[in-house]
């Protein structure tokens, strides 16, 4: 399955990428943290990890390492905003359920 990106989501992607003016893409992943136990993890990528998976979505280049696969396969990143609020969505259908802030999840 993997991962996909919405048009939304890449064009969000592409004007940060284009703004910090370098980058090959973005890596997500996860990490122990939270009431839950795991949360997203987020970062550019200027050097891809050889061990990493490569997704592609409208130009868009998402690495996602082997470990954190496991627990994101099948998510869908959409870019949403509300009022001031805005950022990237995690559709995952792995999760089992949430912290009371959204901050962590559990699979």
Known sequence: MGISVTALAAEHVGRQLAARGRGEGIRIGVKT????????VLEFVDQ??????????DGVRVFVDPKSLV???GTVVDFSKEGLNEGLEFKNPNVAGECGCGES???
């Not at 943290?33 to 997203?40: E, H, I, R, T």
């Not at 891809?48 to 979505?57: G, I, S, Y």
């Open 33 to 40: 943290s939270g009431c839950s136990g795991l949360a997203y």
């Open 48 to 57: 891809p990890d050889p061990a990493d998976t490569l997704f592609e979505t």
């Open 71 to 73: 627990y994101l396969d």
């Open 105 to 107: 999840f559990t699979v």
